[in-house]
């Protein structure tokens, strides 16, 4: 029996990341992750999955993003029993967001049950932590042994602490290379991308498959917006995601007050998500690339810039709204969708002297996206909300590979796969990379549907 695939997620979409792997009567399932964005797509996290999950028999883990692990609990839930494999970063993250993300979905299903809409919490935070006690912490580099005979190994992706490329053998000699998500060059924290050669199957993300991130100087940019802030007693609100964004952020603000290039303007990051994460990001030197070393080698800490808060407490989260600048407020969520942020932006968006700094991807139907796209109002909350706010955006802090990146890393390759699946990303920037792929590698490349399935021969 040739081996399998079918794409139930992250197919012309973003988010949903669910790739399932058949091969000799067994199934791997790579990344479960949550539809984010529009009501139709967020309606299918409460399909049923396509599969029976007790008859998946071992899930892979690329890394720790809700798009990537945000359905865990559903599957566990509905009857998965099998181990969920992942770097130890990535559990680690998955301790901490997973919980989190479990209080939402109460939260949320209490405030719909107010309004007179009956659906339930996808899950709740208890299945979130009897989710983790199926995980199975892996290393870079070693080669594990799957269900069906074949065999796992991860390399260093780059995109956030923990992530992964997941390289798949079978027992027939070939593999496929699950890129999840592909990192950036020459960003702080953690090391860059694995280069990599050959395999005869391959998925490749495509979120940023149709742009080049703008060069710009992320510091430059970042001095100018605390310093104006500081002359203009400005609010500056920062709808970080908690993991990745929000640490490379508080890296580059300790750079700056380093060479005395902003004003020591108050932060606080409102998210306790944030926090916990960046308590990680501080402890997993096996993560971190060179510079972070040396930086910790020398006694400096990178991720605690001077005058910065860690807000864990909600009343003093709801005591910041009544406050006047100069300071910025880094919380989640980073779309906007939810979380601390969402209260920041309805008590500020409509005063002029707001800022509002994105740093990174906004899905299509999120709020962060219709603020981005200029919208005159927003509603939030069963309220219109006039945009009064500067909108800012930090092009350089995505931790997505654009179109040169992706070529940069698809370019090693000494051989075409016999196959390559560009998923996750919207129809425009995966027909992008598609004909910049045929153009540049002469490859013939797949855009899967949503359900489709691949024969791997």
Known sequence: ????????????????????????????????????????????????????????????LTHGHTDHIGYL??????????????????????????????????????????????RPALYTEQDAYATMKAMKRLT????????????????????ILGSAFAEIYFDNGERIM??????RYNTPIIKDPTPYEFSEYLTIESTYG??????????????????????????????SFAIGRTQELLYFIHQLQDSGECPRVPIYIDSPMAISTTDLYRTAYEEHDEDMLREHNIGHAPLEP????????????????????????????????????????MHRLDDPTTVVLFTGYQAQGTLGRRI???????????????????????????????????MRWLGGFRQSP????????????QAALQAKIKEVLGWETTIPKWGESFELS
Do not use: W
Request: with cysteine; glycine share 10%.
């Open 1 to 60: 029996m040739q081996p399998r695939i079918t794409f139930h997620g992250a197919a012309e979409t973003v988010t949903g990341s669910r790739h399932l792997i058949e091969h000799n009567g067994k199934r791997i399932l790579v990344d479960c992750g949550l539809f984010q964005g529009s009501s139709e797509l967020s309606a299918r996290n409460y399909q049923p999955f396509p599969v029976e999950p007790n008859s998946i028999d071992a899930l892979v």
């Open 73 to 118: 609990p559903c599957l566990v839930k509905s009857g998965y029993t099998g181990p969920i494999y992942a770097t130890g970063a990535t559990i680690g993250i998955c301790k901490i967001s997973l919980p989190d993300s479990g209080r939402i979905q109460e939260e949320d299903a209490r405030h719909r049950a107010k309004r007179g809409d009956e």
């Open 140 to 159: 870079y580099d070693d080669i594990h042994p799957l269900p069906g005979g074949m065999k796992l190994r991860y390399l260093p992706a780059g995109h």
């Open 178 to 183: 699950m890129s999840g998500d592909l990192g």
């Open 210 to 239: 149709d742009r080049l991130h703008k060069v710009e100087d992320t510091t430059v940019r970042l001095a100018k917006i605390l310093s104006d802030a500081y002359r203009d007693g400005s609010v500056v609100l920062v709808p």
């Open 306 to 345: 001077e005058n910065v808060t860690f807000v864990r407490d909600r009343e003093l989260s709801k005591e910041l709204n009544s406050r006047s600048g100069p300071m910025m407020i880094i919380a989640g969520s980073g779309m906007c969708n939810g979380g601390r942020i969402v209260h920041h932006l």
């Open 372 to 406: 981005l796209e200029g919208a005159p109002e927003v509603r939030m909350m069963g309220r219109e909300i006039a945009v009064q706010a500067r909108v800012e955006k930090l092009n350089a802090l995505s931790a997505h590979a654009d179109q040169g990146e992706m």
């Open 418 to 429: 016999k196959q390559t699946f560009i998923v996750h990303g919207e129809p425009p920037a």
